[in-house]
């Protein structure tokens, strides 16, 4: 049996040192400041370290029945602070605030917080309060941010829904199938998408015209769309709007004009205008003979109604025998007030199937027969990822929502997988370690902002949300070298 170590006598002036000095560094740690009001004898007392934060003077004043401790307070705090000192005092006991003081040095407005407690003689009465105080200045500034941010973040998700709502009803009205709803629906959902992740990766402050059109045609059909203009950098709702725009331009002319053929071309140019605003041509050739709709779908009126108003300016179409032609004019309250800088690296396009028309089904995207193991943590985007790869003919040998769900499944029989990069909130990093260790390759798939680079480093392909399934099956495709 071991013999318990005797704990050594410590003298009780030690004791006192010992503890004294503890709550000492902690108040330093703590960034705080100490108080004391002698009730007894009518005095203040404000320690050096309160000094500093608050710019009183350090010793004992006056008290002047306590009112000297509000002396400094923010006249709009001063009533609401008084009835939470004296109901704590003469509650529990103590108390705990947040309130603005001015500093009587140079004048600055802090935000405070102080605690304090009341000290009860033997007999009963409280004869004194001791306390301390934080500046927290910092933090409410923070609070206010983040307040300021939900707020925003409220309001935007607030109109994108709106927006989306919006879109849905108006592309139902003007539809004749489902099928073709669809399709229509989600081009649009995912040219918001585009104009979204330009907006996120210059916090919200703009996006250059540039960038907007390398988004909605940079992969439609390799070397058939060019864009060229000076840097413009447009407000959120202008990216939005002509985001839009060039989205239902560009469908157009993958259904039915010069992005149908391999003839076909588009030219994209945008100029400033000298009294503000600009002005944007999309000029097609090489394509089919051109001729007038008989009918209006809901992209012409979002075009041709909805677009110029919301940029400013007007949007005019012109149905050419030789191609569609389109002027795009904005005036100066599309731009943005200040200049900004991506803060990431910008993707360099979707797909034509990515906005809403196609040529033919996958086309060299040919995943027959490929075995394919989903991990996807919302259950309703794994069935409709898993129905779309079945029907373009893989086989999903099974659907993981989690980490530790994935690593049972990785003894299954499967080709590639993809990987959610986030799981409820934990990384899906150990899932492809262990895939990249038995060699099967894998795809991320992943709703944070592109940064060009695979997470973890791995050389993955990266498919960002919201994808549909032929951005997946390209990328399945890739992973897999055919």
């Not at 009780?12 to 007894?40: C, H, N, S, Y």
């Not at 301390?132 to 994108?160: C, F, G, P, W």
């Not at 895939?435 to 592109?450: M, N, R, S």
Request: glycine fraction near 10%.
């Amino acid at each position: 049996m071991v013999e318990p170590v005797p704990t050594p006598e410590i003298h009780p002036d030690e004791k006192l040192a010992i503890e004294q000095g503890r709550a000492a560094l902690a108040l330093t740690a703590a960034v705080m400041g100490e108080f004391e009001w002698d009730i007894a004898a009518n005095l203040f007392i404000v320690s050096p370290r309160m000094a500093d934060i608050t710019g009183l003077a350090v010793g004992p004043m006056d008290a002047e029945g306590g009112a000297a401790a509000y002396r400094f307070v923010h006249p709009d705090d001063l009533g609401a602070l008084q009835v939470e000192v004296e109901e704590g005092l003469n509650g529990e006991g103590r108390y705990e605030a947040r309130y603005r003081m001015i500093r009587p040095d140079d004048g600055r407005t802090l935000w405070m917080y102080s605690a304090a407690l009341a000290v009860a003689s033997p007999e009963g009465p409280v004869r004194r309060v001791i306390g301390v105080v934080r500046d927290i200045s910092t933090l409410k500034t923070l609070e206010d941010e983040r307040e300021a941010l939900v707020a925003e973040l409220d309001h935007r998700v607030k109109n994108v829904l709106a927006s989306v709502q919006s879109l849905a009803a108006q592309s139902a009205r003007k539809t004749v199938s489902l099928d073709s709803f669809l399709k229509t629906l989600r081009g649009r959902l995912d040219a918001m998408a585009s104009a979204h992740t330009l907006l996120t990766a210059t916090r919200w402050r703009g996006a250059e015209i540039g960038h907007i059109a390398a988004a909605e045609l940079g992969g439609i059909a390799c070397g058939q769309a060019r864009w060229q203009g000076p840097p413009i950098l447009l407000n959120p709702r202008a990216t939005n709007a002509l985001t839009l725009a060039l989205h239902e331009l560009a469908t157009n002319a993958v259904k039915y004009g010069a992005l149908s053929t391999e003839p076909g071309r588009v030219d994209v140019a945008w100029a400033a205008c000298p009294a503000g605003g600009f002005e944007l041509t999309w000029i097609e050739r090489g394509g089919p003979p051109v001729t007038a709709p008989v009918r209006h779908g809901f992209g012409s009126t979002l075009l041709e109604r909805v677009t110029g108003r919301e940029l400013g300016g007007s949007v005019v179409v012109e149905y050419l025998p030789d191609g569609v032609r389109a002027a795009v004019r904005a005036d100066a309250s599309a731009l943005a007030d200040t200049p900004s800088s991506p803060t990431a690296t910008l993707a360099s396009g979707r797909s034509a199937e990515a906005i809403g028309a196609s040529r033919g089904e996958l086309g060299d995207q040919d995943i027959r027969g490929v075995r394919v193991l989903l991990v996807e943590d919302s259950i309703l985007l794994a069935l409709e990822l898993e129905a779309g790869l079945t029907e373009a003919g893989a086989i999903v040998v099974g659907s993981a929502a989690d980490v530790e769900e994935a690593r049972g499944m990785l003894s299954l029989a499967f080709d590639v997988a993809v990987l959610d990069v986030n799981l409820n909130g934990e990384m899906v990093t150990p899932v492809a370690q262990a895939l990249a260790a038995k060699q099967v390759p894998f795809i991320f798939a992943t709703g944070y902002g592109d940064t060009g680079l695979a997470p973890g480093g791995f050389d993955a392909p990266v498919v960002r949300k919201p994808y549909n399934v032929h951005q997946i099956a390209a990328a399945l495709v890739t992973a897999l070298g055919r």
